[in-house]
């Protein structure tokens, strides 16, 4: 959803600075945008946000969907799963709008990617729900004290995205179709869909303190 919504921006003559930890994975993107500014940054290392922070003097717009998410019945899951989890998710968050704020343009904004589960519970997914529930709360108080500053959040459905890539062969199609013929909408998400609603939260001036949520139907 970042890299579709990185491509949208660049479109739009925006310039744009895309974060990652894989070299790998933002070369490939730098390849196939162009334009883009990249830096390799672990956001749930807080040292990793401060030394992005003195590369960036000037943020017009900060977006974060970054995610790195275990999906275990809560009788599984691990304080080590639970902090791998918490980096990208929670503190990353933090992090980011610690060390930019100041760097953000006064008419800016900030928009965070939360996801479903925190509305629909799916056995599996209890840290998953309380991470995305939590950067709601996060977001919704960070609109009054970050004010003028807009702070909202996209909340997701599923999304066809490469998150869906630990599915084997036919499994990730066959998941995804399922998954998709049980809303509303009769399929899944796209990457293109959530990052036309990451640009809407970007360019809608009086939209602040806002869940947007993109789920094809899946809370309807
Ligand atoms: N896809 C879905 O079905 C779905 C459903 C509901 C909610 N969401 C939410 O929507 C957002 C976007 O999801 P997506 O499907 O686009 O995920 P994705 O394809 O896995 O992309 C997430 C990106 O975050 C980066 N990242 C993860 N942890 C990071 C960290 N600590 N520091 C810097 N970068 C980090 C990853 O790059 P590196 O690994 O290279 O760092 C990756 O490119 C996430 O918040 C996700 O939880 C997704």
Same mark, same amino acid.
């Given at each position: ?22 070299? %790998?994975? /933002?070369?490939? &993107? ?11 940054? $672990?956001?749930?290392? %807080? ?37 791998? =989890? /918490? ?43 309380? /991470? ?12 009054? %004290? ?18 869906? $890539? ?7 199609? $066959? ?5 998709? &013929? ?10 293109? %869909? ?12 009086? =939209? ?13």
């Amino acid at each position: 959803m970042g890299l579709a919504l990185a491509r949208k921006a660049v479109a739009l003559g925006a310039i744009v600075h895309v974060i990652g930890r894989s070299q %790998e994975r /933002l070369d490939a &993107a730098r390849l196939s945008i162009g334009d883009i500014v990249t830096h390799r940054a $672990d956001i749930g290392v %807080e040292a990793d946000v401060e030394a992005l922070a003195v590369n960036i003097p000037h943020v017009d717009h900060l977006v974060c969907t970054a995610a790195d998410l275990a999906f275990k019945p809560f009788a599984g899951t691990s304080n080590e799963d639970i902090e791998r =989890m /918490l980096g990208g998710k929670f503190w990353g968050p933090i992090y980011l709008v610690r060390h930019l704020t100041k760097r953000l343009a006064k008419d800016g904004s900030v928009t965070f990617f939360s996801g479903a589960a925190a509305y629909k519970a799916i056995p599996g997914a209890s840290i998953v729900a309380a /991470l995305n529930a939590s950067l709601e709360g996060l977001a919704r108080t960070l609109a009054l %004290e970050l004010a003028p500053i807009r702070v909202n959040v996209i909340s997701p459905g599923v999304v066809d995205s490469p998150v869906w $890539d630990f599915l084997p062969g036919d499994a990730r199609a $066959d998941t995804l179709g399922a998954i998709g &013929a049980a809303l509303p909408r009769g399929r899944v998400g796209t990457v293109d %869909e959530l990052a036309d609603a990451g640009l809407f939260a970007i360019s809608n001036g009086f =939209m602040t303190g806002s869940v947007l949520q993109i789920d094809g139907g899946n809370n309807a």
